[in-house]
C-alpha cells in the first residue's frame, strides 16, 4: 500500500532553514508528483509547491518563492522541503501528499504531517 | 491569481440532514476542482476529485458537481463521522498559485 513517511518535529530560531523529508513506498517513486501543504494551528491549509521526482521540476506558491527548495533523492524514493529564513508564522504542520495520478492534481495519499516550530 | 472562496464558514447539522458546501473560483477553472475531508489532529483526505468523481473508499453519501467557477460538494444523509473540516482545492495547475485551496467549512454537530 502506498505510504508516505515524514520525518520528525523540529524546532527551529527565527532566520534559520528547516528541511523536512517524505519517505515514499509502496508504488514506483518516480511516477507521481508530490504536494507540500501546511497548515498552522487552527488555520487552513496552505499549498506551497509541487515536485516531479522523475525529473525534479518543480513549481511554487509565489508566497514562498525564494525561500523554499524542493527536492528528492529517488535512490532511497525521499522528497525533501526546505524552507529558509523562518519566522514565528511559520510555525505550522507539513504535509506531503503523492498526487493519485499525474493528470489529476487532487492529492489521494498524504503523510502523517511534521510540526515545525520556530521561536527563539 | 485564482481565488478560492467557501460558503458557509460553518454550519450546524444533525446526523441524517442533507448538507450542501458551496465553492466558488475567481475565473474558470473547467471541472480542476477536489474537495478533503479533515479531523482534528489528522490528515486531510481527498473525497472527490475532478469536481465530481468520487475517490475509492469513499462513502457514496458524498458527492460532488459543477464546473466553471462553482462547485458543490453534498452529503446526502450526514453521519456522525462526517463531522470535520471541508476544503475545496483547484488544481488548474497554472502558475503563481497552481493548486489553491479554499477557506475550509466547518461542519458541527446541532
Known amino acids: 500500500q502506498v505510504q508516505l513517511v515524514q520525518s520528525g518535529a523540529e524546532v527551529k530560531k527565527p532566520g534559520a532553514s528547516v528541511k523536512v523529508s517524505c519517505k515514499a513506498s509502496g508504488y514506483t517513486f518516480t511516477s507521481y508528483d508530490i504536494n507540500w501543504v501546511r497548515q498552522a494551528t487552527g488555520q487552513g491549509l496552505e499549498w506551497m509547491g509541487w515536485?516531479?521526482?522523475?525529473?525534479?521540476?518543480?513549481g511554487y506558491a509565489q508566497k514562498f518563492q525564494g525561500r523554499v527548495t524542493m527536492t528528492r533523492n529517488t535512490s532511497i524514493s525521499t522528497a525533501y522541503m526546505e524552507l529558509s529564513s523562518l519566522r514565528s508564522e511559520d510555525t505550522a504542520v507539513y504535509y506531503c501528499?503523492?498526487?493519485?495520478?499525474?493528470?489529476?492534481?487532487?492529492?489521494?495519499?498524504w503523510g502523517q504531517g511534521t510540526l515545525v516550530t520556530v521561536s527563539s | 491569481d485564482i481565488q478560492m472562496t467557501q460558503s458557509p464558514s460553518s454550519l450546524s447539522a444533525s446526523v441524517g440532514d442533507r448538507v450542501t458546501i458551496t465553492c466558488r473560483a475567481s475565473q474558470s477553472i473547467s471541472s480542476y476542482l477536489n474537495w478533503y475531508q479533515q479531523k482534528p489532529g489528522k490528515a486531510p483526505k481527498l473525497l472527490i476529485y475532478?469536481?465530481?468523481s468520487l475517490q475509492s473508499g469513499v462513502p457514496s453519501r458524498f458527492s460532488g458537481s459543477g464546473s466553471g467557477t462553482d462547485f458543490t460538494l453534498t452529503i446526502s444523509s450526514l453521519q456522525p463521522e462526517d463531522f470535520a473540516t471541508y476544503y475545496c482545492q483547484q488544481s488548474y495547475s497554472t502558475p503563481p498559485d497552481w493548486f489553491t485551496f479554499g477557506p475550509g467549512t466547518k461542519v458541527d454537530i446541532k
Open positions: 501528499a503523492r498526487v493519485i495520478t499525474m493528470v489529476q492534481g487532487a492529492s489521494g495519499y
Open positions: 515536485m516531479n521526482p522523475n525529473s525534479g521540476n518543480t
Open positions: 475532478a469536481a465530481s
